[in-house]
C-alpha cells in the first residue's frame, strides 16, 4: 500500500510543470532593495557636499571628482552588506547542504534557496568587479561577505569565473583571467544536480580556460595548465605539480610554457614577440607524458 500511494506521489511530482523560477514579487523586492536604497545613500552625500561647499568654487571643482568615487564606493558597499543580509537570511531558512541532487520538480527546499542565494550573489559581484574598487580585492570581498566563502586575502582574482559558493582558497593561489571555478554542475538537462565544496590550495595557479568542477580537490603548490577540465571529484597524483589537457592529467616535462609547445612556437615568439590564441592551439602538444 505505502509503495503505491509513494508511486502516486511521484506521478503528481512527474506530472507538473518541470520549471524552476524565483518568485517575480520575491525578484522584485529583492532587486528594488539592493538597488535603490544604496543609491539614496550616495545621492545624500552628494547633496550634502553641493549644500554646504559649493560656495568655495576652487574646493568644490578640485574635491567634486573624489565626492563622486567615495559616493560609488558608499553604493558598491551598500548593495554588497545588504546583499549579505539577504543571504545570511535565506541561509537560515535553508542551510547550505552538499551533496548530489535529483532535478525533480518542483524543486526542493535546500535547490530553492540555492538559487536563490545564487541570484542574490551576482548582482553585487558583477557590480563590484565594474567600480573604481581594485576589481581583485572587491571580488573576493563580496564573495566572502556576501556567500560564505573562505578566501584568504592574498590570493589575486583577475578577470575570472568564480564559484558562488562552497568555496576555499588558500594563500598566494592565483586566478587568471578566463580561469573557470564551479561548485555545481548539472548532469545534460535535466540531470543531478551535483553541489560540492571546491579546494585550492596554497601558492596554486589556474591559468585561462582551466575549469574546475565540483569535488575538485588541488593540493599545494598545482599549477593548472590553459585548455584544462577536470573531472568532478577530481584528485591530483601524489609528486606531480603540473596538469594538463582534458581530462586534466600530469605533465612531467614541464619546464616554462615551451615545454608544452612544439619546438617551433618559440622560433614564431622570438620572430614577432607574441603567440597568438591559434598560434598556440597549432603548436600545443596533445599528448603529454
Not at 145 to 156: P, Q, T
Not at 238 to 251: D, I, M, N, Q, S
Request: aromatic letters at 16%; hydrophobic letters at 40%; proline letters at 6%.
Amino acid at each position: 500500500m505505502s509503495k503505491d500511494i509513494s508511486s502516486i506521489k511521484e506521478k503528481k511530482t512527474n506530472d507538473k510543470e518541470e520549471k524552476l523560477d524565483i518568485p517575480i514579487m520575491l525578484s522584485f523586492f529583492i532587486n528594488l532593495v539592493v538597488f535603490t536604497v544604496p543609491l539614496y545613500v550616495s545621492i545624500l552625500l552628494i547633496y550634502v557636499f553641493y549644500l554646504y561647499v559649493y560656495q568655495f568654487i576652487s574646493f568644490f571643482i578640485i574635491f567634486f571628482p573624489v565626492i563622486i568615487i567615495l559616493a560609488v564606493a558608499a553604493y558598491v558597499s551598500g548593495v554588497v552588506i545588504l546583499s549579505s543580509w539577504i543571504t545570511l537570511y535565506f541561509v537560515k531558512k535553508s542551510k547550505p547542504v552538499q551533496g548530489v541532487f535529483k532535478r525533480k520538480f518542483p524543486a526542493s527546499e535546500i535547490i530553492q534557496y540555492y538559487h536563490y542565494r545564487g541570484f542574490v550573489i551576482k548582482y553585487p559581484l558583477w557590480l563590484a568587479s565594474k567600480t573604481p574598487i581594485p576589481g581583485p580585492w572587491s571580488i573576493r570581498w563580496v564573495l566572502n561577505k556576501v556567500g560564505h566563502n573562505h578566501i584568504d586575502k592574498s590570493v589575486v582574482m583577475l578577470d575570472c569565473f568564480p564559484a558562488l559558493e562552497f568555496l576555499t582558497i588558500k594563500k598566494d593561489a592565483i586566478l587568471y583571467p578566463g580561469s573557470i571555478i564551479s561548485t555545481h554542475i548539472v548532469d545534460s538537462i535535466f540531470g543531478n544536480l551535483t553541489i560540492l565544496e571546491n579546494s585550492l590550495g596554497n601558492n596554486t595557479t589556474f591559468y585561462p580556460s582551466s575549469a574546475i568542477p565540483p569535488g575538485a580537490v588541488i593540493n599545494d603548490n598545482y599549477v593548472m595548465m590553459p585548455n584544462l577540465y577536470c573531472r568532478k571529484n577530481w584528485h591530483g597524483k601524489e609528486g606531480k605539480l603540473y596538469y594538463t589537457g582534458v581530462p586534466a592529467k600530469p605533465t612531467t616535462k614541464y619546464t616554462g610554457p615551451f615545454s608544452l609547445l612544439k619546438s617551433q612556437s618559440e622560433d614564431l615568439y622570438i620572430k614577432q614577440g607574441y603567440l597568438s590564441g591559434e598560434d598556440i592551439d597549432k603548436f600545443i602538444i596533445k599528448k603529454n607524458e
